[in-house]
């Protein structure tokens, strides 16, 4: 049995996730030693409080889901959730702008990777695999590893599909050693979160995370 847990975000972005969900959130990690717990920017201040001294990770979205507002409005939701006390963000890819051609979007990436590095944070970068043929999956990638991501991850979650072993494979052939991938969007199961790790993806992103670490 491989120690899944270190790989596993616990996940809850739904629209209706109350303040006792961010508590079964975290407890549920506590319980299953899970490496981090993924909420809402309007939940990262609680979580914060809550984990307390624990050394559960706390990851919040950026310019979720669509990825389509202003660099500004994104830089401005980067601060205040690092101020709120996160340790890691996930930022959606400006998808349209991407697709327009634009240098935009790596401008992006860079200034908000910026922003996290000097605040000691992990930044990471939705790409949205599901809207993306092979061909912009690798320079969506590659665009990510020269602004400077840490990771890139697949999906918000919220697509019409989500990580798929074929994406995380395509994804590895291309990022540099040191960014790594989370895939994320349907994973349930145990089976499904180790044929993506052996893949390639070094993060789990995933609202079933007791249910995985059980196997």
């Known amino acids: 049995m491989r120690n899944i847990q270190k790989y596993i975000e616990h996940t809850n972005l739904s629209t209706t996730i109350t303040s006792s969900d961010i508590e079964m959130l975290l407890q549920e990690a506590i ?38 507002q202003m660099s500004q409005t994104k830089e401005a939701e980067a ?4 101020k709120d006390g996160a340790d890691e963000l996930d930022l ?15 401008i992006e990436v860079a200034k908000i990777g910026k922003l996290a590095h000097e605040h000691g944070k992990i930044l990471k970068v939705i790409i949205e695999t599901a809207y993306l043929n ?9 665009l990510c590893a020269d602004a400077g991501a840490d990771f890139v991850k697949t999906s918000t979650g919220f697509a019409s599909s989500g990580a798929k072993v074929e994406d995380v494979k395509l994804m590895k052939s291309v990022l540099p050693d040191h960014v790594g991938i ?9 089976d499904q979160a180790i044929e993506l790790i052996d893949a390639g ?14 196997k």
Not at 40 to 66: E, H
Not at 182 to 190: C, H, L, N
Request: proline share 6%.
């Open 92 to 106: 959606v890819l400006n998808i349209s702008a991407f697709k327009s051609e634009m240098m935009w979007p790596k």
């Open 182 to 190: 989370k895939a994320s969007g349907g994973i349930k199961t145990y």
């Open 201 to 214: 993806a070094e993060r789990i992103g995933t609202s079933s995370g007791p249910a995985i670490c059980k």
């Open 79 to 82: 601060l205040q959730a690092i």
């Open 31 to 68: 319980d299953y030693n899970i490496y981090g717990i993924c909420v809402p920017p309007f939940w990262v201040k609680k979580a914060k409080r809550d984990i307390g001294k624990s050394d559960i990770q706390l990851v919040t979205v950026i310019g979720f889901p669509l990825g389509y």
């Open 134 to 142: 092979n061909e912009e999956i690798v320079e969506a990638c590659k």
